[in-house]
């Protein structure tokens, strides 16, 4: 280990306000931001090795690709771990492309979607040296230190050519801290963070469900020790931060480890807000209960579809009766809901997705947010749509927020879905009830206030027409 060494944690410049991270890339429909889990994983393993890190997010602090790089030859990085995403691959590439001739001698290592199916073409390109697989793992740094043999969840350039290491699969894994100090001025924004600053924290990496759509279905399920989410607990509270994104998949899969980090939060006037993923079958009244206690105040839940095939087709293994049992748990429970619906499935017709409207409205959550079927690279539906002949296996560009790239289905065309998609956020928002308990919960705060008026003009811009 040597302290003089020093990591470069970069997401890079765009035209877009782009998420990369997570190996989900998508454009921000709102101007959301958060800080890139990712980038601060990477940093953690970085600095537990010794390294000195420091932090650029080009789209939050609103740089060009000029400033940027200005700003990195200023560093002088000896690596930098860049993200990268299929939203914006194009740009990301000439953006590596102009990098690597400004700062030569600095190993470059990549994160993000389109790497995972098309990494070994970006180090063959000569655009990356290397691409992590996980970004949680300890391989980029023993990379970035020279070393080339069993580096697990990396591909990398060596002498003798291009290696693919093997998955660890189902290893827990140490971080050590996560620097959220590089990251915390930063002017993030969050539609559901009821203060600022806020932190990404993740818990565990991956899901060990299998929803066909999903990338999360191809990575190795793992969790961090509690102790060390302890450390991090207390090193945000010491940064004065006290509001959460929790990045979990899906919060409380392991309900006895859930109830353990529920533990590890604090109580009263000290209690951080927070937001997390969960699914329908994995919510009850006592966990809820316990989680609006240590300070959760909004559970994210996927609905995707109310069609009954579809939910078998696309892997979700859970049901509608679910789904009408969750929302009323958390509602008296007192936890706002969102719900995720996606447009466009295969074998989906314009009435089906009419009924999932219906069933939606019915469920009557908080918040609603519909995205359309993506094909990411490394999902069971880029597979079947790709052998279908629905895409080519060129495809790069992709993102589900349907601002860029919708992709047709199998019985819809993209503008069918596109309008489909806009309907469905008409018609959930612009009811009465609605618009009114969104102003009823958000009075009391004029931060909150501000926040969901700006992000409630943009949402009727978006979907006029």
């Not at 990338?215 to 940064?239: C, F, N, T």
């Not at 809820?288 to 909004?298: E, L, Q």
């Not at 929302?327 to 996606?342: D, N, S």
């Not at 819809?412 to 956020?425: T, V, W, Y």
Request: hydrophobic fraction near 40%.
């Amino acid at each position: 280990m040597n302290s003089s060494r020093s990591a470069l944690l970069l997401n890079p410049p765009g035209r877009n306000i782009y998420i990369r991270d997570y190996y989900c890339s998508k454009v921000s429909r709102t101007g959301y931001t958060f800080p890139p889990i990712d980038l601060l994983h990477a940093g953690a393993v970085f600095n537990k090795r010794g390294w000195r890190t420091s932090a650029i997010d080009a789209i939050v602090q609103n740089l060009d690709v000029q400033s940027t790089i200005s700003k990195i030859e200023q560093d002088r990085p000896d690596v930098i771990f860049v993200l990268v995403g299929a939203v914006s691959v194009d740009e990301d590439a000439e953006f590596l492309k102009t990098l690597r001739g400004r700062v030569p001698d600095a190993r470059l290592i990549g994160s993000g979607d389109v790497l995972r199916e098309h990494g070994r073409e970006w180090i063959n390109a000569g655009l990356l040296d290397a691409v992590a697989m996980d970004f949680s793992s300890i391989s980029p740094a023993r990379f970035a230190e020279g070393e080339t043999g069993d580096l697990d969840d990396l591909v990398y350039r060596t002498d003798e050519g291009i290696v693919t290491g093997p998955a660890s699969q189902g290893k827990a894994f140490s971080l050590g801290l996560p620097p959220h100090e590089l990251f915390r001025a930063l002017p993030y924004r969050f539609p559901f963070a009821r203060s600022r600053p806020f932190a990404s924290v993740l818990t565990d990496f991956g899901c060990p469900y299998r929803c066909s759509f999903c990338v999360m279905a191809s990575l190795h399920y793992h969790g961090r020790p509690l102790d060390e989410i302890g450390h991090e607990i207390r090193h945000l509270q010491s940064l004065g931060i006290r509001e959460l994104a929790l990045w979990d998949q899906t919060f409380a899969i392991n309900r006895p480890r859930a109830m353990e980090f529920l533990d590890l939060l604090p109580d009263g006037p000290d209690r951080f807000g927070w937001t997390c993923f969960t699914r329908p079958d994995c919510i009850d009244l006592e966990l809820a209960k316990k989680m609006v206690a240590k300070g959760c105040h909004t559970v994210i839940m996927g609905v995707e579809t109310a069609k009954a095939d579809s939910l078998e087709s696309i892997q979700k293994d859970f049901t509608t009766s679910e789904m009408k049992a969750a929302f009323p748990v958390c509602r008296e429970a007192g936890l706002q809901t969102v719900a995720t619906v996606i447009v466009g499935l295969p074998g989906e017709s314009a009435k089906d997705i009419e009924a999932t409207m219906d069933f939606v409205c019915d469920l009557d959550p908080d918040y609603l947010s519909v995205h359309t079927a993506i094909p990411r690279a490394g999902t069971a539906l880029r597979q079947n749509m790709v052998a279908d002949g629905l895409i080519s296996t060129e495809l790069a560009n992709m993102d589900q927020s349907g601002e860029m790239t919708v992709v047709s289905s199998d019985t819809l065309g993209p503008d069918e879905i596109l309008a489909l998609r806009k309907r469905f956020n008409r018609r959930f928002y612009l009811r009465a009830h609605v618009l009114f308990r969104i102003l009823r919960q958000n009075l009391s705060s004029p931060f909150r206030l501000c926040e969901q008026t700006v992000e409630g003009i943009k949402l009727i811009l978006r979907n006029a027409g």
